[in-house]
């Protein structure tokens, strides 16, 4: 990822309003993301990027690492649940 990309999503991240979203899990349990923000969701997949790890171990849930570094010193995490 190069610089002009983590610095439109960290632009992302200070217009967005921050909130927990709660969700249910397929055949699974329901989480609660915080500091979430950009849900989006459709039939297939919701995706929503968050500050905190959800640590969960499932098929349907998918969740990458990102690092912006040098623009802002945190990571974020994009979760992607399956329908």
Same mark, same amino acid.
Request: aromatic letters at 10%; charged letters at 30%; hydrophobic letters at 35%.
């Given at each position: ?14 217009? &967005? ?14 989480? &609660? ?16 990027? &968050?500050?905190?790890?959800? &640590? ?28």
């Amino acid at each position: 990822m190069n610089l002009e990309e983590k610095t439109e999503l960290y632009q992302e991240y200070l217009s &967005s309003r921050a909130r927990t979203i709660e969700l249910h899990i397929p055949k699974g349990p329901k989480i &609660s993301f915080l500091k979430a923000w950009d849900y989006r969701g459709d039939l297939k997949e919701i995706k929503l990027k &968050s500050l905190y790890d959800p &640590s969960i171990v499932a098929k349907a849930v998918k969740v990458e690492e990102i690092d912006l570094m040098p623009i802002a010193n945190f990571k974020y995490y994009q979760i992607t649940i399956t329908r």
